[in-house]
């Protein structure tokens, strides 16, 4: 995939953040992801998702893994050409299913208050943007602060 410039985020992000808020007003955890396409037809949104482990009591409904799913099978050509996007650092479930289907390029609103794996992703050839954005940042610190047990919950922490 040739390289893509940083203003052309814009839109991936916009949607992640609206899928976290959306998480939140929910009473769930406030993370959402999108993932997006660069073609010759430019960007456009395939699907976004939101963490929903506590809307759907699920194990592993991640806000990465839940955009996966909401975009269905796709040729494993289609995700050569994608970016996914996500409010917070992925965990290593997220970091894997990224890393199994070779999603070249992921782009973190933030990893302040949580740091996934993004070396892991360095290491496999995958370009990492860390954006270091204070929306994302306050709407995780707000939901960390006011719901411990829910956060460590989510990131597997007693």
């Known amino acids: 995939m040739p390289p893509i410039p940083a203003d052309r985020d814009a839109l991936g992000m916009q949607r992640a953040f609206e899928e976290a808020e959306d998480g939140a007003k929910e009473g769930g955890i406030p993370i959402g992801s999108a ?21 759907k009591s699920s194990a592993t409904l991640h806000g990465e893994i839940c955009c996966l799913e909401t975009a269905g099978r796709l040729k494993a050509g289609v995700y050569r050409k994608c970016t996914i996007y996500t409010t917070l ?42 954006r270091n954005d204070s929306q994302c940042k306050e709407l995780m610190a707000k939901f960390i602060k006011e719901r411990p047990e829910d956060w460590n919950e989510d990131v597997g922490d007693e």
Do not use: F
């Open 35 to 55: 993932l997006v396409l660069h073609d010759d037809n430019g960007d456009r949104i395939l699907a976004s998702g939101r963490n929903m482990r506590i809307q």
């Open 89 to 130: 650092s992925p965990c290593i479930m997220c970091t894997g299913a990224i890393l199994l289907y070779r999603i070249p390029r992921v782009v973190i609103g933030e990893n302040t208050n949580y740091v996934g794996g993004e070396e892991l992703l360095k290491q496999n050839g995958v370009e990492v943007i860390v």
